[in-house]
């Protein structure tokens, strides 16, 4: 159990912050903004390797021939590392101090690229590129596991991954170029070196530049951001604990580990079937690229066209994808945008006309963007650091495997149809290979995007079509996590019974929380009527429902969208219906200020103990007998105006006895909704299929008695009043 972290400004659960002040938040923080430097000279250096090393090795090479497979060559060399040992990386990461491991990598990418310049072989040139490559794939997913532990919330991932892809994707590939170009330039006007050898002196000059480059952000990682060797930041202390017990293992056993975690995790296993859909359709689009604006009939500038269509549509995703992860939650959106990415390439598959070519195009784009960014942020922000580098790793190998192996079968499965050239809405186009093999890409997106928003969807309680239509609309997206609140009258112990529900759920997947003591509530409300001197029962109520305003914005909304299960006691229903029971309020005016302070945030299951002994605790108490009646009333009036969102339950009895009723109903509600949130040490996890829907009938059964049996006990004290 952990309490929940102040938000701050940024974590309010009102309009969601600009660009600009997240991004300003965020960098903000020193450590995370030198790491971005960082970032962007090894960005830079990686770009500029493969313009540099492709120039030289056509330098090293006199045969024509040998000369045209350069390029292919270095890329070959530069992606093979990644195919191979990108797992290794992962391990390194999560088994050593990886502010050490990345500072080695840049010291050996350093090395290896001076050796190029010094060797002067082209043999050498390959070898040492693969192993440039080696150290590369051993960097990344130290520098991406460690990014979490910079920030100063987990809802600051999403942005910090954003502000990382624009550098290198975007800044990075400018400097690069624009560095290459310039060095060249200054020989030409300059004549430094003259001679044959000239271009091979100035190739060589450019690759001891980006081996220099490797060394400065070494030093930098070295000396200048030591919080890089930070772990854990953001976890409870049980799961600092779990993470010293798993450095015990050995790397086999870490590998292991891993890819069992990835197998008994829905919301990874869906990550990565529906990263597999999306990069397998990426791939095939990028081979059929240049064959299919042919088919078009347009001319070499449609090939220019798509493809800058394409990379619009990916900045926009990266772009937008935040704004919409405030509509959709990131497990729904990922799928949903591989489902949307694959339906445009079907578009794209049966364009007659470059104009829609180009609209679905860059739809695939922008969806592709969203499903990325999306994918990498549900890596930072939801799985555990322990884990997370390993996790990173498969990630970016699928990216590598999939992304090489479709740019490869692509080229072959488009030269089994023979290209027909066919009239539609009077214009001609040519139907080749292509064509097909976008339209099976389509088809494998949009499965495995099912597939995937099948596997991750924690929200199965609400309809996928309302998100939608909140998103299009404009409206707050629902919390991502899962709110339990705990009710019941003043005179029944709330606090003990979610502290047990909090250490029970604890033994899950997903972080528990429990919200701040409502004590604290009441003196901070105590202590506002009481200094303005407020007696009126309307304007005591406006206080109350400030203060809810406040810990929803301060408390609850960011844990809630961190993913995490929140239980609270006396959310909001308990403190309407005492203010209601003392007032004479009406009380749907005050349903209405609260859903107003609140943001419209309702608990996902409501759990209302029920008692029929009386006032337990007097002299806890600051309700009348008659008071605490009206209130139960009320309570129960709500339970049954909302059966799908309530829990009644039993509170007659010891702790323990009203502890194991609360149990069995939450834990139904689990099973039949919400799997993904179950305690590990729930008797249903382990059981075969029939008996754990068997346990969860019984488990549904049970709660529906109390509620009845608690429904009918009010009804007759009623009528007894």
């Known amino acids: 159990m952990r309490s929940l972290p102040g938000a701050g400004p940024g974590g309010s659960s009102g309009a969601p912050a600009s660009t600009i002040h997240r991004v300003r938040r965020v960098l903000a923080i020193k450590p995370f903004r030198r790491l971005w430097g960082v970032t962007y000279l090894c960005s830079v250096a990686d770009w500029l390797n493969l313009l540099a090393l492709t120039s030289l090795s056509t330098k090293l090479l006199d045969n024509y021939t040998a000369q045209n497979f350069a390029f292919v060559g270095v890329v070959v060399t530069s992606l093979l590392p990644g195919l191979l040992f990108a797992p290794v990386g992962g391990l390194l990461a999560d088994r050593f101090d990886r502010r050490k491991v990345m500072v080695v990598c840049d010291l050996l990418r350093c090395g290896f690229l001076l050796s190029i310049a010094i060797v002067g072989a082209p043999w050498w040139l390959f070898v040492a590129n693969f192993l ?24 600051q991932v999403e942005t910090a991954n954003q502000l990382g892809l624009v550098m290198t994707y975007g800044l990075a590939v400018i400097t690069a170029a624009g560095a290459n170009a310039l060095i060249l330039g200054i020989n030409s006007t300059f004549h430094l070196f003259q001679g044959a050898t000239a271009d091979l002196y100035i190739a060589k000059i450019v690759v001891v530049i980006t081996g220099l480059l490797y060394l400065t952000s070494g030093v930098l990682v070295a000396t200048r951001i030591p919080e890089l060797s930070l772990r854990d930041v953001h976890a409870t202390p049980e799961k600092k604990a779990e993470k010293a017990a ?25 990550l990565l079937i529906g990263a597999f859909g999306a990069f397998a359709a990426g791939g ?31 900045a926009t995703g990266m772009a937008v994808a935040p704004k919409l992860a405030h509509r959709l939650p990131h497990d729904r959106l990922f799928g949903i945008s591989i489902v949307v990415a694959g339906l445009s390439l ?25 499903a990325f960014l999306t994918g990498v942020t549900i890596i930072g922000s939801r799985v555990e650091d322990a884990i997370r580098g390993r996790i990173n790793a498969i990630y970016q190998t699928m990216l590598k495997v999939v992304l090489a192996g479709a740019t490869v079968v692509t080229p072959a499965l488009i030269g089994l149809v023979r290209p ?105 409300f105590t202590t506002l009527v009481s200094e303005a001197s407020l007696s009126g029962a309307r304007a005591q109520a406006l206080v109350a429902a400030a203060v809810r305003a406040d810990l929803v914005e301060r408390e609850i909304q960011p844990a809630l969208d961190a993913g995490s299960v929140v239980v609270m006691e006396r959310f909001a ?38 008692t029929a002994s009386g006032n337990q605790n007097p002299d806890d108490s600051k309700l ?92 007759s004290e009623a009528e007894a009043k």
């Open 246 to 270: 798993e450095e015990k293992l050995g790397l086999g056993a870490m590998m292991r580990d891993g890819f069992r975690f990835v197998r008994t995790t829905p919301l990874v296993r869906g």
């Open 346 to 370: 079907l578009v794209v598959a049966l364009s007659p006309h470059l104009a829609i070519s180009l609209v679905a195009v860059a739809l695939v784009g922008v969806c592709a963007g969203t």
């Open 573 to 610: 229903d308990s403190p309407l219906a005492a203010v209601s029971a003392v007032g004479g309020l009406d009380s749907a005016e005050l349903e209405g200020i609260t859903d107003w302070a609140t943001g419209r945030l309702r608990p996902d299951l409501t759990v209302l103990l029920d």
């Open 132 to 155: 440039v490559g080696c150290s590369s794939i051993m960097w990344i997913p130290s520098k991406d596991a460690a990014v979490p532990n910079l920030l100063r919330r987990p809802d």
């Open 420 to 524: 027909r050239q066919v009239t539609v809405w009077g214009g001609p186009i040519t139907i080749d290979g292509t064509r097909p093999v976008m339209l099976g890409a389509a088809a494998l997106a949009v499965l495995l995007g099912v597939v995937a928003y099948r596997q991750m969807d924690d929200r199965r309680t609400e309809k996928i079509f309302a998100d939608l239509r909140n998103a299009l609309r404009r409206t707050p997206r629902r919390v991502n996590g899962y709110l339990i609140a705990l009710e019941g009258t003043t005179a029944i112990n709330t606090g003990e019974q979610a502290a047990r529900l909090v250490r029970w759920l604890d033994t899950g997947v997903r972080p528990v929380v429990r919200s701040a003591d409502p004590a604290l509530a009441e003196r901070q």
């Open 624 to 715: 009348s007998p008659s008071e605490q009646w009206r209130m139960q009333k009320l309570l129960a009036d709500m339970a049954a105006a909302d059966p799908d969102r309530y829990v009644v339950i039993d509170a007659d009895g010891t702790d323990d006895e009203i502890a194991e009723r609360v149990r069995v109903a939450v834990q139904a509600v689990f099973v039949g909704r919400l799997s993904s949130f179950a305690p590990k040490e729930a008797a249903v996890a382990n059981q075969p299929a029939p008996y754990a829907v068997h346990e969860a009938a019984a488990a549904a059964d049970v709660a529906e008695a109390t509620a009845a049996e608690a429904e009918e006990r009010v009804a």
């Open 284 to 314: 095939a689009v990028v081979a059929s690229a240049k064959p299919y604006s042919s088919s078009l009939l347009a001319g070499d500038a449609a090939f220019n066209l798509l493809v800058l269509s394409v990379f619009l549509g990916l």
